[in-house]
C-alpha cells in the first residue's frame, strides 16, 4: 500500500546563512550606518535590534528577503511583539517552528477525510503526518490539496513508497 509523510522542517544552516548575510548588509548599509541594528540568531530565534520602530521594519525586510533567497519559507518564521528595549531601542524576537503541531496534524486530518477518497487515511505520528491509500492517484490528490491548503505552516512531502 503505498504512503507519504507530510512533515515540516527548517533548514537551519540556510536559516544561518541568511541572518549572516543579513547582518552583513545592515553593516554597510547607509541607512543603518551607526544606528547600532543588529540581527543575531540563538538556537530557533532570530533577535532583530534596531533604534527605531520603522528601522525595525526595514531590518525585517531585509531578514525576509535573504531568507527568500535561501529558499526557507516565510511561513516558518514567527514574529513575536515588538517591545521596547534598552537605550531607547526596539527589540522584536522570531522564532523559527520546525515540526507539525497536535492542532494542525489534526486540520491536516480533516483536510484528508474531507477529500471522501476511497481508502486513504492519515494519521498523525509524532511531528508528522502518514498518509496512506491503495492508488497512488489518491495520493497525489492529497498532496495537490494539501498544497492548497492555506496551514500557516511548510510542508514537505517525502518518503513516498509504493
Do not use: C, W
Amino acid at each position: 500500500m503505498p504512503t507519504f509523510d507530510v512533515t515540516s522542517e527548517v533548514d537551519l544552516q540556510e536559516v544561518r546563512n541568511a541572518v549572516d548575510q543579513a547582518s552583513r548588509e545592515v553593516a554597510t548599509r547607509f541607512d543603518f550606518k551607526g544606528t547600532g541594528a543588529a540581527i543575531e540568531m540563538r538556537d530557533h530565534e532570530i533577535t532583530l535590534n534596531a533604534p527605531t520602530a520603522d528601522r525595525l521594519k526595514a531590518l525585517v525586510q531585509v531578514l525576509e528577503e535573504k531568507l527568500v533567497r535561501r529558499q526557507v519559507s516565510l511561513k516558518a518564521v514567527h514574529y513575536g511583539k515588538a517591545e521596547e528595549a534598552t537605550k531607547a531601542t526596539v527589540r522584536q524576537v522570531a522564532t523559527l517552528n520546525a515540526g507539525i503541531s497536535s492542532d494542525h496534524a489534526k486540520k491536516i486530518n480533516r483536510i484528508v477525510k474531507e477529500l471522501n477518497l476511497k481508502g486513504v487515511s492519515s494519521q498523525a505520528q509524532g511531528d508528522q503526518v502518514r498518509v496512506s491509500g491503495k492508488k497512488r492517484d489518491d495520493l497525489q490528490a492529497v498532496i495537490a490539496s494539501l498544497k492548497e491548503a492555506d496551514l500557516d505552516i511548510p510542508l514537505q512531502f517525502g518518503n513516498f513508497r509504493d
